[in-house]
């Protein structure tokens, strides 16, 4: 999202444009937020997600929640209902945060793509906190240093923030052409180019011993059915990142180079709305393609329907046990109601 054109005049934002962009993010925004707690429920109580090759997933889908609670919740959605930002004492923090966090998931699905390709085809790796949690924790402290450091030395001139604006205009170190480049260079073009050049390779090589297994060729067989949920899940998640990423990158890439008003209206409007529809799409596509996620959603159903049941049970149980008692507290107490010469006993 590093871009001059951030600080052009948005007059071409309308109350209805920002009308669509709210009813398309709020609609589907609590669903959303209740499957990515759903998400972390499982990843505590499942043993099997709390392996060290699901750890890249469940950081995306963390920080996917928090862009969506702390950016898009608490800030973006009050500024398309209004359309100006409620304080501009916020608008630091809201740049900042949001891009930050867009650089943190981009490199974190560029690492997902590197490590999935390690995991499928040199499993023979041993698992360790290095391989898998170091980048992790590396990717978000580079990327928060990163901004820091870029948001100290380029502080903000006297009116820069302007609260009709998206993101209040861009970043103050946008004033700079070479830390915006750098920036975009970094942030944006780099993780992007990995996503598809990885799973670029990724993909063709999976085919390519899927057909050596289908000619006989046994070495080094990889077993297909294991690879094919590893590769169903990334490259479902990947997609929804490269659909919105590709065309800003391209946009982007021609503006910086040719002509910086290129489609300016449309990125103004559009393209840098974009990535919330990732963070809003991740956990459906992630629930959907794990299997864990779906056979604890099948277990917690079967035993609340158990819970059900056994009430009912009890309750015929009770009612089979007072209509044999019944009859036997209905005989009389004395002997008085008994015709002459009969008793109880």
Known sequence: MSNDTLVLNMSIETSLTRLIKLVLFATPLGPSLLCSIYIMICF???????????????????????ELIFDLTAITLPYLHTGRVYNLSVCLYWVTGNYALQGIAAWLMAWASIDRYLL??????RTTFIRHDLPLASICIFIVSWYTTITLTHPCSENWFDDTKFLCGGPCFNSSAI??????????????????????FLLGRVLFQKCRCHSGVRRRLLTWRKTRKLLIQLLSIIFTFLITQVPLVILSLVQISFAPDFLADISLIWLYYM?????????????????????????????????????????????????NIIPRMALPLNNSSYPQGQSVR
Do not use: G
Request: proline share 4%; charged share 20%; aromatic share 8%.
């Open 120 to 125: 499928i085809f040199h499993h023979r790796l």
């Open 179 to 200: 830390i915006t480049t750098m920036d975009w260079i970094l942030i944006v073009l780099t993780p992007a180019l990995l996503i598809i050049l990885v799973n670029s």
């Open 44 to 66: 505590v109580s499942e043993s099997k997600l709390r392996r060290h090759n699901n750890h890249v997933m469940i950081a995306i889908i963390i920080i996917d929640f928090i």
């Open 275 to 323: 990535p919330y529809l990732i963070y809003i799409v991740t956990p459906f596509v992630y629930i959907v393609t794990t299997k864990d996620c779906r056979t604890h959603i099948c277990r917690r159903s079967r035993r609340i329907e158990a819970m059900a049941t056994v009430p009912l049970h009890r309750q015929e149980h009770s009612n089979t046990y007072h209509r």
